[in-house]
């Protein structure tokens, strides 16, 4: 077995540190490491990005399924997102009934392609069918998918999220305003 002094640890880490730094740039997606223990301690000390949380998952890694380990990551995550989903429901409802917040799915989708949300709420399982002209604004809503359709509710969190917004897929019952979407804008 091969044995690992602090040093080497470190410098070895911190290459690490930088390839992730540039992978999650401009990003805020929380980082749990997944490892020995005791490599944690070295890890940190290496360790700029500001997302790093600070627990992990303990062990060997190598002997867990992806499952185990996804499941492992999001026992510890998820009070994290629950936190932040709701302080983010919480400042929408500060700002209802200002031009800072919508529930209207033509003013959503439009938003969301001119980068102005920064955060959007999704009801799960809910889909709209539709389609967005971008060069006149217009937002064409279907009863039923038509050719051509896209379901704008994912029309929207996928602009949100490209241009670097915060999308919460939740329960319907979750979206604020019992909507089935709504968004935060920027200005």
Known sequence: MVKYDFDDLLRYFRPVDKGLRELLKNQQTPLILAGVEYLFSIYEQANTYINLIDEGVTGNPHRLTVEELHSCAWQIIQPHFEQSQQAAADYYQDLVDTEQTSNDIQEIVAAAYYQRI?????????????SFNPESNQV??????????????????????????????????????????????RY
């Open 118 to 130: 920064e955060t959007l709420f999704v009801g799960r399982g809910i889909q709209l069918w539709g």
């Open 140 to 185: 064409e809503l279907h009863s039923q998918q038509e050719i051509g359709d896209e379901d704008l509710m994912d029309f929207a969190a996928i602009y949100t999220l490209l241009n670097s917004g915060t999308v919460y897929a939740v329960s319907p019952e979750l979206v604020p305003e019992n909507t089935f979407l709504a968004a935060t804008f």
